[in-house]
């Protein structure tokens, strides 16, 4: 089954502490959890690895689920449900359940 939110989508958080936020998607784990950038910042203790990083806190994006994100809508800037639907061509597309346009 295709996915409703991809990489590279911009998200809004619908629940937790991050309600409200937009990012986009920076990885996809798994049918059910992805990384957005900027949202579910945790703190991570690191060790020094010569030539790569500094040792420290550093500020990273955890993991959230799927089911608390919405597409926002490129054309109609909102949060969105998304839908499919086949087009003439045979090709299956995502499209706004608002505006009904297709999502590229």
């Known amino acids: ?24 998607v920076q990885r996809v784990i798994g049918p059910t959890k992805m990384v957005v950038e900027g949202i579910n910042m945790v703190s991570r203790h690191v060790k020094d690895n010569p030539g790569v990083r500094q040792a420290g806190i550093i500020q990273m994006e955890s993991p959230i689920n799927s089911a608390s994100l919405a597409l926002v809508c490129p054309q109609c800037d909102t949060p969105a449900k998304v839908g499919f639907q086949i ?18």
Request: proline residues 0%.
């Open 1 to 24: 089954m295709a996915s409703k939110i991809r990489k590279g989508d911009n998200v809004q958080v619908r629940r937790g502490r991050d309600r409200g936020k937009q990012g986009r």
């Open 87 to 104: 087009l003439d061509d045979g090709t299956k597309v995502r499209f706004c359940k608002n505006c009904k346009e297709t999502i590229g």
